[in-house]
């Protein structure tokens, strides 16, 4: 790993990024990584995996499932006797 120094940050910006920082409530160096880690490989999906691999499948021509009736009502999960 290494480390940078970054010089010529005016005041207001450096506020700016403190301001930023709290409301993630991290540290000004850690929200400065995260920017320069945006930058560099670019942002975060905006969805979640199932939303990716519905738009990886649609790529293909999209994947049918077979997905039998319900026949019973949903019911809560049994653990049995649990030990304390």
Do not use: N, S
């Amino acid at each position: 790993m290494h480390t940078i120094t970054i010089t010529g940050i005016d005041d207001d910006l450096t506020a700016r990024l403190k301001a930023r920082a709290e409301e993630h409530g991290q540290t000004i160096e850690d929200e400065a990584r995260d920017i320069i880690i945006a930058a560099a490989i670019g942002p975060a999906p905006e969805y979640g995996v199932g939303t990716w691999a519905r738009d990886l499948a649609a790529r293909i021509g999209g994947i049918e499932l077979d997905i039998p009736p319900r026949t019973e009502m949903p019911r809560h999960a049994e653990f049995g006797d649990i030990e304390r």
